[in-house]
Each structure stands twice: as C-alpha cells, then as structure tokens.
C-alpha cells in the first residue's frame, strides 16, 4: 500500500469539493439568481469532504477537512 489509500471518498469527494466551489464563485461573479442556492449546495459537499478527510491521519487530509470546514461555513453565510 502506497500510505495514500483510502477506504472512503476522500479522493474523489476532494476534486468535487474543489469543483462546487468553482461553481459558486463563478455564479457570485455572474450575479446569478441561484446563488444561494448554490451556496448551500457548497456547503453541503464541503462537509461531505471535510468528513472524509478528517477520518485520515494524513497531514494534508486534516488540512484539507479544516478547510472545507471553513468554506462550509462562509458558503452558509452566503446563503443566509
């Protein structure tokens, strides 16, 4: 084993957290309707991957999950 397995979605729940975001900040940009909506959407993935990540000793997972769980939180402001 490489020391980077992973048994759950750690890998991949990262590249769609990256990518919700990008998606939001691309919706604030264009002053969309749904930005909210989007906001919350956000939210919810970066949990999802802060969960995730927080399960592995890694040193870049827990920063990982810090983040997102920071990102989840500006995400709710948003949408409030």
């Given at each position: 084993m490489s020391g980077q397995d992973s048994k759950n979605d750690c890998p991949k729940c990262c590249v769609e957290c990256m990518d919700a975001c990008?998606?939001?900040?691309?919706?604030?940009?264009?002053?969309?309707?749904?930005?909210?909506?989007?906001?919350?959407?956000?939210?919810?993935?970066?949990?999802?991957?802060?969960?995730?990540c927080e399960a592995h000793?890694?040193?870049?997972?827990?920063?990982?999950?810090?983040?997102c769980k920071a990102c989840a939180e500006e995400c709710k402001k948003i949408a409030a």
């Open positions: 990008d998606i939001l900040i691309k919706k604030i940009a264009s002053n969309s309707t749904y930005v909210k909506q989007y906001a919350l959407l956000c939210a919810e993935i970066c949990e999802y991957c802060a969960d995730h000793d890694h040193e870049h997972c827990k920063n990982c999950a810090a983040s």
